[in-house]
């Protein structure tokens, strides 16, 4: 069975950087659509960073200059580096991946991926 696993996560200070990372097992990264949802509580899962199965990346805006999402196909494994992180970038991070299909692009920010990881908290404190 396929199996997103994040790591990564924890407290950090405004400011400061963080690097998650997305392993998976049954899967493979590449050729694939990826990407990285945070959620906070009572609120929708929202898109962070995306990357098609060209390798063509999409950024929520808030994000963009902040956050760079990558994959090393080596090692089977994506990424979310943030910087500048401020309290409001708190929440759980999920990453996402699926297979591209010939009728349907990737998702970018749907929530319709395919398969989701367990999630990583991260908290920024100010």
């Known amino acids: 069975a396929v199996e997103l696993v994040e790591s990564g996560g924890g407290s950090v200070q405004a400011g400061g950087s963080r690097k998650l990372s997305c392993s998976a097992s049954?899967?493979?990264?590449?050729?694939?659509?990826l990407a990285w949802f945070r959620q906070i509580p009572g609120k929708e899962r929202e898109g962070v960073a995306a990357?098609?199965?060209?390798?063509?990346?999409n950024y929520k805006a808030t994000a963009k200059g902040r956050a760079t999402i990558s994959k090393d196909n080596t090692k089977n494994i994506m990424y979310l580096e943030m910087s500048g992180l401020q309290p409001e970038d708190s929440g759980t991070y999920y990453c996402?991946?699926?297979?591209?299909?010939?009728?349907?692009?990737?998702?970018?920010?749907?929530?319709?991926?395919?398969?989701w990881g367990q999630g990583t908290q991260v908290t920024v404190s100010a």
């Open positions: 996402a991946a699926q297979k591209p299909t010939a009728s349907r692009s990737c998702p970018v920010f749907g929530l319709w991926y395919t398969y």
């Open positions: 049954a899967f493979t990264f590449s050729g694939s659509c």
């Open positions: 990357m098609d199965h060209n390798g063509y990346t």
